[in-house]
Nanobody, 119 residues
Framework: QVQLVESGGGLVQPGGSLRLSCAASGSIFSVYVMAWYRQAPGKQRELVAAISSGGSTNYADSVKGRFTISRDNAKNTVYLQMNSLKIEDTAVYYC?????????????WGQGTQVTVSS
């Protein structure tokens, strides 16, 4: 059984930083794209950043230059370094991994971690 466990959320002041982590565990054959999404109250879930197994990245325009996604393939873990946080970054952040646990590629989601940016 595959699990994605996120950590690192919390309350931070505008301009501050947070680092999110998401570790995939279980019987995993291969991990392809890993990504972070977020969902603010009353809004749709949106892609924040994604990274391929080879390290190629893409970002939402709203976070370019402030957020950095990275991964440790040996640990099946993806990170999101968030700097210069703004109030509008407040949301529940979800990790997603496209991985093969023996039945072919499938998207798995974490449970979400709350990020609140407030003074």
């Amino acid at each position: 059984q595959v699990q994605l466990v996120e950590s690192g959320g919390g309350l931070v002041q505008p301009g501050g930083s947070l680092r999110l982590s998401c570790a995939a565990s279980g019987s995993i054959f291969s991990v392809y794209v890993m990504a972070w999404y977020r969902q603010a109250p009353g809004k749709q879930r949106e892609l924040v950043a994604a990274i391929s197994s080879g390290g190629s990245t893409n970002y939402a325009d709203s976070v370019k230059g402030r957020f950095t996604i990275s991964r440790d393939n040996a640990k099946n873990t993806v990170y999101l370094q968030m700097n210069s946080l703004k109030i509008e970054d407040t949301a529940v952040y979800y990790c997603k991994a496209d991985l093969d646990a023996g039945l072919g590629p499938y998207d798995y989601w974490g449970q979400g971690t709350q990020v609140t940016v407030s003074s």
